[in-house]
Protein backbone atom coordinates (compact mmCIF):
# COMPACT_ATOMS: atom_id res chain seq x y z
CA UNK A 1 0.00 0.00 0.00
CA UNK A 2 1.10 3.41 -0.97
CA UNK A 3 1.12 6.05 1.69
CA UNK A 4 0.28 9.64 1.41
CA UNK A 5 3.46 10.84 2.91
CA UNK A 6 7.15 9.19 3.24
CA UNK A 7 7.95 8.46 7.05
CA UNK A 8 10.93 7.53 6.71
CA UNK A 9 11.85 11.47 8.18
CA UNK A 10 9.66 13.40 10.64
CA UNK A 11 9.45 17.23 9.88
CA UNK A 12 11.97 18.36 12.71
CA UNK A 13 8.71 20.17 14.32
CA UNK A 14 7.57 16.77 14.85
CA UNK A 15 10.09 15.80 16.97
CA UNK A 16 10.46 19.36 19.19
CA UNK A 17 6.31 18.67 19.75
CA UNK A 18 7.50 15.25 20.78
CA UNK A 19 10.33 16.98 23.37
CA UNK A 20 8.37 19.63 24.07
CA UNK A 21 5.13 18.54 24.52
CA UNK A 22 5.59 14.57 25.04
CA UNK A 23 2.83 13.93 21.96
CA UNK A 24 3.88 14.99 17.71
CA UNK A 25 1.08 14.74 15.24
CA UNK A 26 1.35 12.97 11.80
CA UNK A 27 -0.94 14.55 9.99
CA UNK A 28 -2.72 13.05 6.67
CA UNK A 29 -0.59 9.90 7.43
CA UNK A 30 -3.46 7.75 5.84
CA UNK A 31 -6.26 8.92 2.80
CA UNK A 32 -9.54 8.70 3.58
CA UNK A 33 -9.36 4.92 1.49
CA UNK A 34 -7.11 4.08 3.41
CA UNK A 35 -8.34 4.59 6.48
CA UNK A 36 -11.67 3.07 5.64
CA UNK A 37 -9.82 -0.35 4.43
CA UNK A 38 -8.53 -0.39 7.69
CA UNK A 39 -11.96 0.35 9.40
CA UNK A 40 -13.34 -2.75 6.94
CA UNK A 41 -10.95 -5.63 8.87
CA UNK A 42 -13.26 -5.19 12.33
CA UNK A 43 -15.81 -7.52 10.81
CA UNK A 44 -12.99 -10.21 9.47
CA UNK A 45 -12.37 -12.70 12.06
CA UNK A 46 -9.13 -13.68 10.30
CA UNK A 47 -7.15 -10.76 11.01
CA UNK A 48 -7.34 -10.59 14.61
CA UNK A 49 -6.56 -12.78 17.76
CA UNK A 50 -8.14 -11.61 20.52
CA UNK A 51 -11.14 -9.13 21.33
CA UNK A 52 -11.26 -7.05 25.19
CA UNK A 53 -14.47 -5.75 25.67
CA UNK A 54 -13.34 -2.60 28.07
CA UNK A 55 -16.18 -2.43 30.52
CA UNK A 56 -15.17 -5.74 31.61
CA UNK A 57 -11.91 -5.01 32.54
CA UNK A 58 -12.28 -1.75 34.18
CA UNK A 59 -10.73 -0.39 31.06
CA UNK A 60 -13.57 1.94 30.20
CA UNK A 61 -16.31 1.33 27.83
CA UNK A 62 -15.81 0.34 24.08
CA UNK A 63 -13.99 -3.12 22.17
CA UNK A 64 -10.53 -3.41 20.92
CA UNK A 65 -9.20 -6.30 18.76
CA UNK A 66 -5.70 -7.19 18.65
CA UNK A 67 -4.60 -8.13 15.10
CA UNK A 68 -3.05 -11.56 14.55
CA UNK A 69 0.14 -12.69 12.87
CA UNK A 70 0.85 -12.09 10.00
CA UNK A 71 -0.67 -8.90 10.56
CA UNK A 72 -3.04 -7.39 7.66
CA UNK A 73 -1.30 -5.81 4.97
CA UNK A 74 -1.92 -1.78 5.81
CA UNK A 75 -0.63 -2.44 9.31
CA UNK A 76 2.71 -3.90 8.44
CA UNK A 77 3.54 -1.60 6.57
CA UNK A 78 2.92 1.02 8.85
CA UNK A 79 4.28 -0.97 11.60
CA UNK A 80 7.52 -1.46 9.26
CA UNK A 81 7.91 1.65 7.83
CA UNK A 82 7.32 3.83 11.18
CA UNK A 83 9.41 1.81 13.09
CA UNK A 84 13.35 3.15 12.57
CA UNK A 85 12.05 6.88 12.68
CA UNK A 86 10.83 6.30 16.19
CA UNK A 87 13.87 4.02 17.08
CA UNK A 88 16.10 6.85 16.11
CA UNK A 89 13.96 8.82 19.01
CA UNK A 90 13.85 6.12 21.36
CA UNK A 91 17.45 6.05 21.33
CA UNK A 92 18.26 9.99 21.98
CA UNK A 93 15.57 9.27 24.86
CA UNK A 94 17.62 6.57 26.42
CA UNK A 95 21.03 8.75 25.72
CA UNK A 96 19.41 11.69 27.60
CA UNK A 97 18.07 9.35 30.03
CA UNK A 98 21.22 7.15 30.54
CA UNK A 99 19.11 3.94 30.33
CA UNK A 100 22.28 1.99 28.55
CA UNK A 101 18.92 0.55 26.24
CA UNK A 102 19.69 0.87 22.33
CA UNK A 103 16.88 0.10 19.93
CA UNK A 104 18.00 -1.57 17.10
CA UNK A 105 17.64 -0.16 13.15
CA UNK A 106 15.49 -2.62 12.06
CA UNK A 107 11.97 -3.92 13.53
CA UNK A 108 12.64 -7.22 13.15
CA UNK A 109 15.57 -6.97 15.28
CA UNK A 110 13.49 -5.51 18.70
CA UNK A 111 11.10 -7.71 17.79
CA UNK A 112 13.39 -11.16 18.40
CA UNK A 113 14.26 -9.50 21.72
CA UNK A 114 11.25 -9.61 22.92
CA UNK A 115 10.13 -13.42 21.41
CA UNK A 116 12.91 -14.22 23.64
CA UNK A 117 11.53 -13.20 26.55
CA UNK A 118 8.21 -14.66 25.59
CA UNK A 119 6.76 -11.69 24.46
CA UNK A 120 5.47 -13.09 21.13
CA UNK A 121 1.85 -12.19 20.52
CA UNK A 122 1.60 -8.84 18.26
CA UNK A 123 -0.23 -5.76 19.76
CA UNK A 124 -1.41 -3.55 17.08
CA UNK A 125 -5.02 -3.06 17.63
CA UNK A 126 -8.15 -1.65 15.93
CA UNK A 127 -10.52 0.07 18.27
CA UNK A 128 -13.89 1.06 18.54
CA UNK A 129 -15.78 2.98 20.14
CA UNK A 130 -20.45 4.49 19.90
CA UNK A 131 -21.77 7.03 21.52
CA UNK A 132 -20.96 7.17 25.51
CA UNK A 133 -17.54 4.57 25.00
CA UNK A 134 -14.53 6.13 26.58
CA UNK A 135 -10.78 4.57 27.18
CA UNK A 136 -9.23 5.15 30.78
CA UNK A 137 -5.78 7.16 30.83
CA UNK A 138 -3.37 3.86 30.89
CA UNK A 139 0.09 2.57 29.67
CA UNK A 140 0.65 0.09 27.03
CA UNK A 141 3.20 -2.20 28.89
CA UNK A 142 2.75 -5.94 28.19
CA UNK A 143 5.92 -7.15 29.69
CA UNK A 144 9.55 -6.29 30.29
CA UNK A 145 10.43 -5.57 26.92
CA UNK A 146 9.22 -2.23 25.94
CA UNK A 147 9.19 0.50 23.19
CA UNK A 148 8.75 3.53 24.70
CA UNK A 149 7.06 5.03 21.85
CA UNK A 150 3.70 4.17 20.00
CA UNK A 151 1.20 5.34 17.41
CA UNK A 152 -2.33 5.94 17.57
CA UNK A 153 -4.32 6.43 14.03
CA UNK A 154 -7.56 8.62 13.64
CA UNK A 155 -9.28 6.45 11.55
CA UNK A 156 -12.67 8.07 11.20
CA UNK A 157 -13.87 11.59 10.52
CA UNK A 158 -14.45 14.11 13.30
CA UNK A 159 -17.76 15.60 13.59
CA UNK A 160 -19.00 13.39 10.22
CA UNK A 161 -18.66 10.29 12.05
CA UNK A 162 -18.06 11.30 15.58
CA UNK A 163 -18.70 13.82 18.13
CA UNK A 164 -16.50 14.17 21.53
CA UNK A 165 -14.01 11.11 21.88
CA UNK A 166 -10.78 13.45 22.08
CA UNK A 167 -7.58 11.52 22.20
CA UNK A 168 -6.04 12.68 25.73
CA UNK A 169 -2.28 12.57 27.31
CA UNK A 170 -1.86 13.35 30.96
CA UNK A 171 2.07 13.92 32.63
CA UNK A 172 2.69 13.05 35.70
CA UNK A 173 5.27 15.52 36.78
CA UNK A 174 7.20 14.70 39.42
CA UNK A 175 5.65 16.00 43.29
CA UNK A 176 3.55 18.24 40.94
CA UNK A 177 0.09 18.04 39.77
CA UNK A 178 -0.42 16.41 36.35
CA UNK A 179 -0.59 17.96 33.06
CA UNK A 180 -3.03 17.52 30.15
CA UNK A 181 -2.69 17.39 27.40
CA UNK A 182 -5.23 16.95 24.34
CA UNK A 183 -4.24 15.97 20.47
CA UNK A 184 -6.86 17.37 17.99
CA UNK A 185 -6.98 14.69 15.16
CA UNK A 186 -8.58 14.48 11.72
CA UNK A 187 -9.34 11.54 10.05
CA UNK A 188 -5.75 9.98 8.89
CA UNK A 189 -3.83 11.97 11.04
CA UNK A 190 -1.42 10.12 13.33
CA UNK A 191 0.03 10.68 17.12
CA UNK A 192 3.42 9.73 18.11
CA UNK A 193 3.19 9.47 21.76
CA UNK A 194 5.40 7.80 24.80
CA UNK A 195 4.12 4.32 25.99
CA UNK A 196 5.34 5.33 29.39
CA UNK A 197 7.49 7.84 30.27
CA UNK A 198 9.55 10.37 28.09
CA UNK A 199 12.27 12.71 29.46
CA UNK A 200 12.07 15.75 30.55
CA UNK A 201 14.65 18.66 30.97
CA UNK A 202 14.49 20.88 34.27
CA UNK A 203 16.55 22.78 36.08
CA UNK A 204 18.73 20.16 37.80
CA UNK A 205 18.98 18.48 34.66
CA UNK A 206 16.64 15.26 32.97
CA UNK A 207 14.14 13.75 34.93
CA UNK A 208 11.65 11.11 33.71
CA UNK A 209 7.90 12.27 33.49
CA UNK A 210 4.97 9.50 33.66
CA UNK A 211 2.70 9.35 30.69
CA UNK A 212 -1.10 8.14 30.32
CA UNK A 213 -3.21 7.89 27.45
CA UNK A 214 -6.89 7.47 26.94
CA UNK A 215 -9.80 9.05 25.29
CA UNK A 216 -12.72 11.19 26.23
CA UNK A 217 -16.39 9.41 26.19
CA UNK A 218 -18.01 9.73 22.57
CA UNK A 219 -21.36 12.11 22.60
CA UNK A 220 -22.31 10.47 19.47
CA UNK A 221 -21.72 8.62 16.60
CA UNK A 222 -18.88 5.73 15.73
CA UNK A 223 -14.91 6.66 16.34
CA UNK A 224 -12.17 3.33 14.92
CA UNK A 225 -8.79 4.35 16.04
CA UNK A 226 -5.69 1.82 14.79
CA UNK A 227 -3.07 1.52 17.61
CA UNK A 228 0.51 0.77 16.76
CA UNK A 229 2.77 -0.60 20.02
CA UNK A 230 5.60 -2.06 18.78
CA UNK A 231 6.66 -4.36 21.26
CA UNK A 232 4.57 -7.79 21.23
CA UNK A 233 2.91 -8.90 24.45
CA UNK A 234 3.50 -11.96 27.07
O1 LIG B 1 -8.53 5.39 20.50
C1 LIG B 1 -7.55 6.09 20.74
O2 LIG B 1 -7.38 7.19 20.24
C2 LIG B 1 -6.49 5.58 21.70
C3 LIG B 1 -6.14 4.19 21.39
C4 LIG B 1 -5.11 3.59 22.31
O3 LIG B 1 -5.24 3.54 23.50
C5 LIG B 1 -3.90 3.04 21.69
O4 LIG B 1 -3.74 3.15 20.46
O5 LIG B 1 -3.08 2.50 22.42
FE1 LIG C 1 -3.48 2.60 24.40
Redesign the pocket.
Known amino acids: MTQRRDKSTLAPMDVTDLDRHGAARLPALLSPDQCAAIVALWDDPRAFRKEVVMARHGYGSGRYRYCAYPLPDPVAALRDSLYPVLAAQANRWAAMLGTGDIYPARHADFLARCALAGQDKPTPLLLRYEAGDW ?1 AL ?1 Q ?1 VYGPHIFPL ?1 V ?1 ILLSQPERDFTGGAFVLTEQRPRMQSRPEVVPLRQGDAVIFPVRDRPVTGARGVHRVQMR ?1 GVSRLLSGVRYTL ?1 IIFHDAA
Open positions: NHDQAHG
